[in-house]
Each structure stands twice: as C-alpha cells, then as structure tokens.
C-alpha cells in the first residue's frame, strides 16, 4: 500500500514532441505529488508538485495531471529538448513525512 | 542561497567497517532527511530528523543510525558495512516537517563503495 508504481521504465522522444510519465499508488492517505529529475552524478532536483485538490499544474513546459479517483498522477514535458534527457521520478507522502519514490523513468530525448 | 551540501562525496570501504556522512542543509532549513539510491531498490527512505530528533525512520536494520547537531547539520552513520550497502546516499532538506512544508531540496549525495 506504500508503493508508487512509476511507468515506463524507459522513454525516447523526438525533440519538440511529448513526453508523458505516469505513476500510481495505493495509499489514499497520500497527499502530495512530487516530481523529481535526476542527471547523471547528480542529486534529484524538485521540478513540480501537486496536492490532491488540483486536477492540474504547470509549469512552464512541465504539467501534472492529477487524476484522485483513479489513483494516478503523471507528468507531462511539453516541445521535450534534448537537455530534457534525465532520469524522472514521482513520489508521494503523506503528512510531510517520508517521500515514497517511484522507480524512475529514464528519458531520452533524441535531436 | 546555498544549497544541500554533503561530505565526502566519495567513499571507497572495505566490509566490515564502519563509515560517517555527512549533510548540511539550506541556510534556515531544520529538518533533514536521509535517503539511499540503488540501481535495483530505487530511492529509499532512511531517517528524518527535525531538531536534533529522529522523527522518522524507514525500514532499515539498525547498521544505520543518524544524528542531528543543534546548527540542523547531520550526519548517518552506518558499521559493520556490507556489500549491499554501496550506494548513493542522498541527504535532503527542508524547513520543517509537517504539512505546511513538503518540498524537500536534495544534495549531490555521497556515492559509497564497500569491497
């Protein structure tokens, strides 16, 4: 019940087209949805996150979809570049505690 | 504004030893929490501390421990090392725990290597 399923495990995008990650959990306790991006030899970086009671953010070409009824929440990187290239990762807690993280999305990004 | 900084930020062991990391959040952020990064497990939670207390703690054996210092510095300390226990090791802050701050900002992490 503490699981974020993260899918898929691998991406590869032209540039300028969309790159969507999705992620599902279990535990309706859960009430915020990070995104992380992690380059290689680097720390996870905070891109965007939501709470339950929004459907939606964006942020520039970055985009929750948050969907409560089913469960799921995904990421979407609109005109995806070749620096978008990065390993993706969603998470969620609960109360401000522990982030449980999904297993990755590697993202490539081809010119 | 500096971010999470983590020493060393590499760490070559031998099993059975035991090693110290350490962390120093963002300038006015008091809770830190520890993470471990695999290849098969992903990331990990390990302990939260806000306060020089441990406020939470993952499901890890008790090898690992940590500890917070009154400047909201910390450190986790892991003995009698394994080879399962080659990482990354992501120390990560934010201002405080609870519902009215959630975003944690990560440091560059310190990769671990037990031969």
């Known amino acids: 019940q503490q699981q974020v399923k993260q899918s898929p495990q691998s991406l590869i995008v032209q540039k300028g087209g969309i790159s969507i990650i999705n992620c599902a959990y279990e535990?309706?306790?859960?009430?915020?949805f990070p995104w992380y991006q992690q380059f290689p030899g680097k720390g996870p970086a905070l891109l965007i996150a939501i709470r339950p009671d929004v459907s939606e953010k964006k942020e520039g070409r970055f985009t929750i979809s948050f969907n409560k009824s089913a469960k799921q929440f995904s990421l979407h990187i609109m005109d995806s570049q070749p620096g978008d290239s990065a390993t993706y990762f969603c998470a969620a807690s609960w109360a401000g505690t522990a982030l449980i993280f999904g297993k990755g999305t590697t993202l490539s990004v081809s010119s | 504004k500096a971010g999470v900084t983590q020493t060393p930020r590499y760490l070559i062991k031998t099993r059975g030893q035991q090693v110290t990391l350490s962390c120093s959040p963002i300038?006015?952020?008091?809770?830190v929490s520890w993470y471990q990064q695999t290849p098969g497990q992903g990331l990990q939670f390990l302990f939260e501390y806000f306060s020089e207390t441990q406020r939470n703690k993952g499901n890890f054996p008790g090898r690992f421990s940590g500890r917070q210092f009154s400047n909201s510095r910390s450190e986790m300390n892991v003995s009698t090392l394994e080879l399962g226990d080659s990482a990354l090791y992501l120390c990560?802050?934010?201002?405080?725990?609870?519902?009215?701050?959630?975003?944690?900002?990560f440091g560059p992490g310190t990769r671990l290597t037990v031969t």
């Open positions: 990560a802050s934010s201002t405080q725990p609870g519902p009215t701050s959630y975003e944690q900002y």
């Open positions: 300038s006015g952020h008091r809770s």
């Open positions: 535990n309706t306790a859960f009430d915020y």
